[in-house]
């Protein structure tokens, strides 16, 4: 079949998202990706594979989302010399996914695109490849000295401030580089990959019911978004129907999830412009909702409850109502709180205008997720392909167009109100019955996507299976795309406001390091 | 300001009583002596480490934090460097990217000092386990005086853990 927005022929993919696969070969990677673009598809995700035991060489992956749906498109690559048109140039999120995917794969793009590692640092030889299948997992290498081109700038009274790995707040590791003139930055360098771990080659060690609890840990912060976008992957991948009922929680579960955050990151961006009052109250909040948690459902932060084929508890109505009840404290709560961060004169100076990301350039560089929304883009996957249990709720998509601090601030709490709605409407509609449905047993090579509008932005779940197995599995978190972001966002500002920005961000380092 | 100081009354003291240190907790090899202890005082300062984990833990030691375990109480605080701490809070399994500059900053932190290793990853290396880009367990990178277990582990049991490693033989 062909999509009314890409000329070229696709295949529907089985699964709760409305998706396609296409092949392409390489060279003409550049042409389709420059059309998609014209026609407003943004990058969701590129990675690479490894198919040498599959008869084959290697494989480029793009996922382009189109309104009709997302289209993963495969650009079969050459075993000796697997290489590609870079697609950096057209979007530019792509720098990043390109350069992991040569550090893990050796899969690496013609000349003129940036060739500089980015998930290796010391820890493996220049010239091996961990996602190759003849790489050993365990084979434990000589740490080499790690050196990384950053990009020097020159002038009269520019000095650099070197920023981690190891930070100054409980936060994940990385490295930032400032060059700055007096406090004000002028250029920021993010060096990442730290916390890789070796994520997707240990999928390719497990089945597909072993995944589940791995993709849960992606990033913990957003366990439910990964284990939901890998359950609809498995799920799409054997043909696999969830219950009705599995989906409605999942939703609650979900937007669970959103509020637990967006309230702890109200609370530390108050607690950043000396607003302490805000941390304790915020955090006061959040404490009860995950207490309330791991009561109903056995878990603070919900992890392991979404499982492929449904979730792993039920939820009484008796326990539904409590859930309500607490919900509409917090809603009355963070609405009194949000009156106060408004109207405090101190709090808003630092916010208004602090870290501004203006659409145009939101766009450009593919901005995902509630900070995309802030900046001008009215994207959610909730509201633009809305499957159950979402569909019958209606999302109500927020926005900002100034995309400053007090615009991502601002958003929170209009997603928090919006997310409380949506769980009661679900609780509401929660269709009766079971809430697991057993696994079908999958073909012997099958394909299937996941893709959930999580907290922070859309998680996308690839997956391919062989003998039941994990053959690949690329989890993609939105950080990819918002990091470089993060470097536009500070030019100008001060130093001192970097972490209320970055705050304001709060991105993943474990969900993009892998 | 009227509004702060309104809400600041409505919503009370949250704080719950601390928890009890745990002997099983303790890695036993590596006990601190009374000497060495005797050298902290009562107050404490902590310098979190995230050396791969997958935010889970660090989610709870921000919960820990909270009003509700608030562990300023017990005069325990955060601090910016481990050239400040007495006492290094570990998480993740030690991702090999993560392994020198971990190293790093234990050599940084003054003697005497404590380590405590936070969650399963922390205490084995928990799912992602040893591998090419993983050196699991922190006891595996630096030396550790306890382990508190747990996906991600409570911020009572954090809070027990942390006071583990303080209440050595005589304190």
Redesign the interface.
């Given at each position: 079949m062909k999509l009314k927005e890409l000329d070229i022929e696709v295949e529907p993919l089985a699964g709760a998202m409305p998706a396609f696969r296409a092949a392409t070969a390489p060279a003409e990677l550049s042409e389709v990706c420059g059309w998609a673009h014209a026609r407003r598809a943004r990058l969701v995700a590129l990675w690479g594979s490894d198919e040498t035991r599959r008869g084959a060489g290697f494989a480029l992956h793009v996922a382009l989302a189109f309104p009709s749906g997302l289209v993963w498109l495969t650009a079969p690559l050459d075993r000796t010399s697997p290489r590609y048109p870079g697609i950096a140039d057209i979007y530019p999120a792509a720098n990043r996914m390109q350069r992991a995917c040569a550090d893990l794969l050796g899969i690496v793009p013609e000349e003129g695109a940036d060739q500089r590692k980015w998930l290796r640092?010391?820890?493996?030889p220049e010239g091996t490849f961990?996602l190759r299948k003849d790489?050993?997992?365990?084979?434990?290498?000589a740490?080499r000295p790690d050196r990384y081109p950053f990009v020097p700038v020159a002038g009269e009274g520019v000095h650099e401030i070197p920023v981690g790995?190891?930070h100054?707040?409980?936060?994940?590791?990385g490295h930032f580089r400032f060059s700055v003139v007096g406090e004000k930055i002028l250029r920021l360098e993010e060096r990442l990959?730290?916390?890789?771990?070796?994520?997707e080659?240990?999928f390719e060690s497990m089945t597909l019911e072993e995944g589940a609890?791995?993709a849960g840990?992606?990033?913990?912060?957003s366990?439910v978004a990964y284990a939901w976008a890998y359950a609809m992957a498995v799920e799409g991948a054997t043909g696999t129907e969830p219950p009705r009922r599995a989906l409605g929680l999942r939703g609650i579960l979900l937007e669970l999830e959103r509020i637990a955050n967006h309230l702890?990151d109200l609370g530390?961006l108050g607690n950043d412009v000396s607003l302490p009052?805000g941390f304790?109250?915020f955090?006061?909040l959040?404490?009860t909702l995950?207490r309330l948690n791991a009561r109903l459902f056995g878990h603070?932060?919900l992890?392991d409850l979404v499982v492929p084929g449904g979730v792993a508890r039920d939820v009484q109505r008796a326990e539904a109502e409590q859930l309500l009840a607490q919900l509409e404290t917090v809603r009355r709560e963070v609405a009194?709180?949000q009156?106060?961060y408004d109207?405090h004169a101190g709090a808003q100076d630092r916010f208004i205008m602090t870290g501004q990301v203006l659409p145009e350039l939101a766009e450009r560089m593919g901005l995902v997720g509630f900070a995309a929304r802030a900046s001008g883009i009215a994207r959610d996957l909730r509201v633009d392909y809305p499957v159950p249990p979402y569909q019958q709720v209606d999302p109500r998509l927020i926005s900002h167009t100034r995309g400053d601090v007090a615009a991502r601030v601002s958003l929170r709490f209009e997603e928090v109100f919006e997310s409380i709605r949506l769980i009661q409407a679900l609780v509401e509609e929660l269709p009766p019955g079971a809430v697991r449905a057993p696994l079908a047993r999958p073909g012997p090579r099958a394909a299937g996507i996941g893709w959930i509008e999580g907290w922070r932005g859309e998680v996308l779940v690839a997956l391919e299976t062989d003998a039941g197995r994990i053959h690949r599995l690329h989890p993609h978190d939105p950080s990819w795309q918002n990091w470089p972001l993060l470097e536009h966002a500070v030019h100008g500002n001060i130093v001192p406001d970097f972490p209320l920005i970055n705050k304001s961000f709060n991105l993943?380092?474990?969900g993009a390091?892998l | 300001m009227y509004?702060?100081l309104k809400?600041?009354a409505r919503?009370g003291i949250?704080t719950e009583p601390a928890p009890q240190p745990d002997e099983a907790l303790r890695a036993s090899a590596q006990r601190l002596g009374e000497a060495i202890l005797g050298h902290f005082g009562r107050a404490l300062a902590i310098r979190?480490?995230?050396?791969?984990?997958?935010?889970?833990?660090?989610?709870?030691?921000?919960?820990m934090?909270?009003?509700?375990t608030n562990p300023e109480q017990l005069g325990i605080k955060?601090v910016?460097?481990?050239r400040h701490a007495d006492l290094l809070l570990v998480t993740?399994?030690v991702?090999?990217?993560?392994?020198?500059?971990l190293r790093r900053?234990w050599d940084a932190t003054p003697d005497p000092k404590l380590v405590v290793a936070i969650g399963d990853c922390g205490c084995t290396g928990g799912?992602?386990?040893?591998?090419?880009?993983?050196c699991g367990r922190v006891s595996n990178v630096i030396p550790v005086d306890v382990a508190v277990p747990g996906?991600?582990p409570?911020p009572e049991a954090i809070l027990q853990g942390i006071l583990t490693a303080l209440s050595g033989k005589g304190r």
């Open positions: 640092h010391g820890a493996w961990p790489f050993d997992a365990d084979a434990r290498h740490q790995p190891v100054a707040g409980t936060i994940e590791p990959g730290y916390k890789h771990k070796g994520i080659k240990l609890r791995l840990r992606v990033s913990g912060d366990t702890g530390y009052f304790f109250q955090w006061r959040k404490e995950l603070r932060y992890m009194v709180l009156a106060i109207e993943s380092y474990s390091d | 509004q702060i809400q600041i919503s949250v979190h480490v995230d050396a791969g984990s997958c935010n889970g833990c660090e989610l709870e030691i921000h919960a934090n909270s009003p509700f955060f910016a460097s481990p993740g399994p991702s090999r990217n993560m392994e020198t500059a900053t799912i992602f386990g040893e591998s090419y880009a993983s996906c991600p409570t």
